[in-house]
């Protein structure tokens, strides 16, 4: 049996179909843009790489922190590095970090001689190991549906595909020649394991669904940008499943729904898939 059943606490009626309802996309936003992978030849240049984002870009969960982001060196930035005709120049994503704080923090670590990018931001916007902590206690009422509103309130109203969208398309400003490549999340939970971890599940396809479509517009005005989907290099691997690339224990906030080695390695395969990379 694994950790999640530690937490399994009872999810009030009327918060369970808030969360359900998260998973609704507002009118007028576009599905999932995959990103088409450009040919390489032995003579592409060396791409001069940028990672951008929150703890996942920082490579959290997979432990060897280097320093208070929690950057590791089994993330997928590192990982990509080690890719043939890739040079990591700068990676200054860090754990917790929205989409506000790497157009103030991060945005300026590219530049005009950047030719990949990688983004992986969005989930601190909507807080999941939030709503997960808030509604699996014992008497979840209030704080269980002031999380759950605060999270339908901010994907009903298409934020975050405005927000991602804005963010690419300043990476694209100042590195025009870059390829700019924003990555999705894993869908953490094993299906089926408990009504609360299936809604995160699916709110977390919501997002993964809203992210797109800010990459899908800035590519729309001209941006070379695309969206990496990993969810199905994940599929068997959540937790729960008995073979999670995801930390399971709750009691340990550092690596619970972080990917672990395994995960950070289908991530630069995903991207490896997705880019010019060889």
């Given at each position: 049996?694994?950790?999640?059943?530690?937490?399994?606490?009872?999810?009030?009626?009327?918060?369970?179909?808030?969360?359900?309802?998260?998973?609704?996309?507002?009118?007028?936003?576009?599905?999932?843009?995959?990103?088409?992978?450009?040919?390489?030849?032995?003579?592409?240049?060396?791409?001069?790489?940028?990672?951008?984002?929150?703890?996942?870009?920082?490579?959290?969960?997979?432990?060897?922190?280097?320093?208070?982001?929690?950057?590791?060196?089994?993330?997928?930035?590192?990982?990509?590095?080690?890719?043939?005709?890739?040079?990591?120049?700068?990676?200054?994503?860090?754990?917790?970090?929205?989409?506000?704080?790497?157009?103030?923090?991060?945005?300026?670590?590219?530049?005009?001689?950047?030719?990949?990018?990688?983004?992986?931001?969005?989930?601190?916007?909507?807080?999941?190991?939030g709503i997960l902590a808030a509604c699996s206690i014992p008497e979840p009422a209030l704080e269980c549906l002031l999380a759950v509103q605060a999270a339908q309130d901010y994907l009903?109203?298409?934020?975050?595909?405005?927000?991602?969208?804005?963010?690419?398309?300043?990476?694209?400003?100042?590195?025009?020649?870059?390829?700019v490549l924003v990555t999705g999340y894993a869908i953490p939970f094993q299906p089926g394991l408990l009504p609360l971890t299936d809604q995160v599940n699916a709110l977390t396809a919501?997002?993964?669904?809203?992210?797109?479509?800010?990459?899908?517009?800035?590519?729309?005005?001209?941006?070379?940008?695309?969206?990496?989907?990993?969810?199905?290099?994940?599929?068997?691997?959540?937790?729960?499943?008995?073979?999670?690339?995801?930390?399971?224990?709750?009691?340990?906030?550092?690596?619970?729904?972080?990917?672990?080695?395994?995960?950070?390695?289908?991530?630069?395969?995903?991207?490896?898939?997705?880019?010019?990379?060889?």
């Amino acid at each position: 049996m694994t950790a999640v059943f530690a937490w399994k606490g009872r999810v009030i009626g009327s918060a369970a179909a808030a969360i359900i309802a998260l998973v609704v996309i507002p009118a007028g936003i576009a599905g999932p843009a995959a990103a088409a992978p450009p040919s390489a030849t032995s003579s592409s240049p060396v791409a001069k790489y940028v990672a951008l984002g929150d703890s996942v870009a920082a490579g959290q969960g997979a432990g060897g922190y280097v320093d208070a982001c929690l950057r590791s060196p089994s993330g997928y930035p590192t990982l990509l590095d080690a890719a043939p005709r890739t040079n990591l120049l700068r990676n200054p994503s860090c754990s917790g970090a929205t989409i506000a704080d790497v157009a103030a923090n991060q945005l300026s670590q590219v530049n005009r001689g950047t030719t990949l990018v990688t983004l992986t931001v969005g989930a601190n916007e909507v807080d999941l190991t939030g709503i997960l902590a808030a509604c699996s206690i014992p008497e979840p009422a209030l704080e269980c549906l002031l999380a759950v509103q605060a999270a339908q309130d901010y994907l009903a109203s298409g934020q975050l595909t405005v927000d991602i969208a804005g963010l690419v398309t300043a990476i694209a400003t100042r590195s025009p020649g870059a390829e700019v490549l924003v990555t999705g999340y894993a869908i953490p939970f094993q299906p089926g394991l408990l009504p609360l971890t299936d809604q995160v599940n699916a709110l977390t396809a919501a997002m993964n669904s809203l992210i797109a479509a800010g990459a899908a517009s800035a590519a729309a005005s001209g941006v070379d940008a695309g969206y990496v989907d990993v969810t199905e290099l994940f599929a068997g691997h959540g937790v729960g499943s008995g073979a999670s690339w995801l930390g399971e224990n709750p009691a340990d906030p550092i690596t619970f729904l972080h990917p672990n080695a395994a995960g950070y390695s289908a991530y630069r395969e995903a991207l490896l898939t997705a880019s010019a990379l060889p």
